[in-house]
Structure formats: structure tokens, C-alpha cells
């Protein structure tokens, strides 16, 4: 009795006796997580360009533009899970490669604040332009007191006090000025891409997107 071949429907008919498997086509939500990713990852080089290279952004009066931290923030609430802190982590070791310092603040910083407003996003907030700007604000202002805490007046440096009210200060206001521009180019920016690729099941932060 001759055995009977059959085929699934991840192979073809032999050719020569040549068994060749069929590559399945990406699903909508494999199309999605990848361009979302890699438009994330260009946003974030941008951004890091932009805000780390000498006389590339302009400073007003002083005061520096953090334009990772909004960023950061922006994309921890549209994403609010383990990509997001990825994402965030990456950001961090960025800023620190280009940083003076090279001590991991920044990655540990961004990997924590990141992971904490994915948890407020899952389970107490929604998705929103208030709910980004308390956000922002809050991780902001922790950002450069603790920078302020460890750089400046753990290390003694004159006139402590007076560079958090001159430099700090001026610095976070400038950095949370781009918060709601980052999340109204990434909420058009996900809506755009779900609509294109709508997936069987959406995270609450796309579903709730308005």
C-alpha cells in the first residue's frame, strides 16, 4: 500500500521533490507594531539630536529644552507597556552617552518614570491631553530636581539654590511647552496607523484615543 502524502497549508505541492514552504503574509498587527516602532525609534533619535547637539535647538534665556522627557512621557502613554519602557531605556542611554556624566542617570530615570505612567495608564488614568500634561509636568519637575539633588547640591557647588530657580526651573517650563505638541503628532500619528491596520484587539490607550 503506498502511503499518501498530503500537504499543509504552510507548504506547496513538491516541484522536483522539493517540498517549499509559503511565507504567510504579515498581519495587520505585525505591520502595525513595526512601523510604529521604527517611526518611535526616528522620533526619538530626532529628538535626541536635536536637544544633545551643541547650538542645534535654541536655549531661551539660558534655559535648556529636555525634549526626551515629553517624548518620553508621550510615548509611555500611548504605548503603556513593556515596548514603552524599552523605548524609554533607549531614550535614557542616549541622553547619557552624550551626556558629561556617563553614570546611567538618565536610563535609570527613564526606565522608572516610564514604567510608573504605564501602571497609572493601565489602571487609574485615561488617555488624554490633561491626563499628558499632569503626567508631564510631574516627571519633568521630578526629572530636574533630582538632577539638581544629586549634581548640584550634593556636590556643593556654589550658589546651589539659585541655579534651580535660574537654570532648573526655566528648563522644565521650556521642556513642558512640547508636551501637548508630542501628543497631538502621536495620537494623529496612531490613530492614522490603526485605521490603516486595524487590529482584532487594541491596546486602551489606541482604543481610547480621541
Not at 29 to 38: D, L, M, R
Not at 39 to 55: D, E, F, K, R, S
Not at 160 to 177: E, H, I, K, Q, R
Amino acid at each position: 500500500m503506498r502511503e499518501r502524502i498530503t500537504f499543509d497549508s504552510r507548504t506547496r505541492p513538491p516541484e522536483n521533490g522539493v517540498v517549499k514552504r509559503v511565507r504567510r503574509p504579515r498581519t495587520n498587527e505585525q505591520k502595525h507594531k513595526t512601523i510604529s516602532t521604527v517611526v518611535l525609534v526616528l522620533l526619538i533619535l530626532l529628538a535626541h539630536l536635536l536637544q544633545n547637539t551643541p547650538h542645534m535647538f535654541p536655549t531661551v534665556f539660558g534655559a535648556r529644552c529636555f525634549l526626551l522627557l515629553p517624548l518620553m512621557v508621550c510615548i509611555s502613554i500611548f504605548l503603556h507597556n513593556l515596548p514603552a519602557t524599552i523605548l524609554s531605556l533607549f531614550a535614557g542611554v542616549l541622553w547619557d552617552v552624550s551626556s558629561a556624566h556617563l553614570d546611567g542617570y538618565n536610563a535609570i530615570f527613564f526606565l522608572l518614570a516610564s514604567t510608573g505612567v504605564c501602571l497609572l495608564m493601565n489602571y487609574l488614568m485615561r488617555n488624554n491631553l490633561w491626563t499628558a500634561s499632569i503626567l508631564g509636568a510631574l516627571v519633568i519637575l521630578l526629572y530636574v530636581t533630582l538632577h539638581w539633588l544629586f549634581f548640584v547640591v550634593l556636590r556643593g557647588v556654589d550658589q546651589g539654590a539659585m541655579t534651580y530657580v535660574t537654570y532648573y526651573l526655566p528648563s522644565a517650563l521650556y521642556s513642558f511647552a512640547f508636551t501637548p505638541i508630542f501628543y497631538v503628532i502621536l495620537r494623529r500619528f496612531m490613530r492614522n496607523l490603526r485605521e490603516r491596520y486595524p487590529k482584532s484587539s487594541m491596546a486602551k490607550g489606541f482604543a481610547e484615543l480621541r
